[in-house]
């Protein structure tokens, strides 16, 4: 069974802070990882997708991936009460399809 | 670009009853998806077209439910006879072909079964 965990949270963090949302994948042939972020109500959007090893930034955000370990991180500087949120970490574990698996989202708050 | 259209928003129904779910994808988009979403867990997938042809449906409870993309363009899930556990958010989401940037999702349907 390829499982996709998160730790469902609630992550508290300061305005102005860093927070960083860990995500741990049991397929080592994954190849492409996703980040999501679902504001309560409303469908998931896409923030950031990663495929190689290392970090990979997009503004406020950067994604860390470590295939040998099998961990993918999302880092958000600066931290807004706006990125309050669940991000979903969705990874693809099957070569050469678009299907993904994904956790159940880890919970953010960001305290003004 | 419009983006992925659902509809109904919300439906709220009685267990036994069956129900149906509308989605029309990005224009150009051939990959369609539809995800069920239960409330605190991350989105499932259900079944998985490219243009009409069914790609994986390994995780559609066929018992109950039935999807159809006529003509590689909109698509419908259908829900025959609803159970309580059914009650969920049914996402549907489109991605051009070989694209590996992820795909869009709709606004979801949210069902309820009383």
């Known amino acids: 069974q390829k499982e996709v965990e998160q730790n469902s949270g609630p992550l508290s963090v300061p305005e102005g802070a860093i927070a960083s949302l860990n995500c741990t994948y049991s397929d080592r042939g994954s190849q492409s990882f996703f980040w999501y972020r679902q504001y309560s109500g409303k469908s998931p959007e896409l923030i950031m997708f990663i495929y190689s090893n290392g970090d990979k930034e997009d503004g406020r955000f950067t994604a860390q991936l470590n295939k040998a370990s099998q961990y993918v991180s999302l880092l958000i500087r600066d931290s807004q009460p706006s990125d309050s949120a669940t991000y979903l970490c969705?990874?693809?574990?099957?070569?050469?399809?678009?299907?993904?698996?994904f956790g159940t989202g880890t919970r953010l708050k960001v305290l003004a | 670009e419009a983006g992925v259209a659902q509809s109904p928003r919300y439906k709220i129904i009685e267990k036994r009853q069956s129900v149906a779910f509308w989605c029309n994808p990005i224009s150009g988009h051939a990959t369609l998806y539809w995800y069920q979403q239960i409330l605190g867990q991350g989105p499932k997938l259900l079944i998985q077209?490219?243009?009409?042809?069914?790609?994986?449906d390994s995780q559609l409870p066929k018992d109950r439910f039935s999807a159809e993309r006529l003509k590689g363009v909109d698509s419908t899930l259908k829900i025959q006879p609803a159970k309580l556990e059914d009650s969920a958010v049914y996402l549907c989401a489109s991605q051009e072909i070989d694209r590996y940037y992820g795909y869009t999702f709709g606004s979801g349907t949210r069902l309820t079964v009383v």
């Open positions: 969705a990874v693809n574990t099957s070569p050469g399809t678009y299907k993904y698996i």
């Open positions: 077209f490219q243009n009409n042809g069914v790609v994986d």
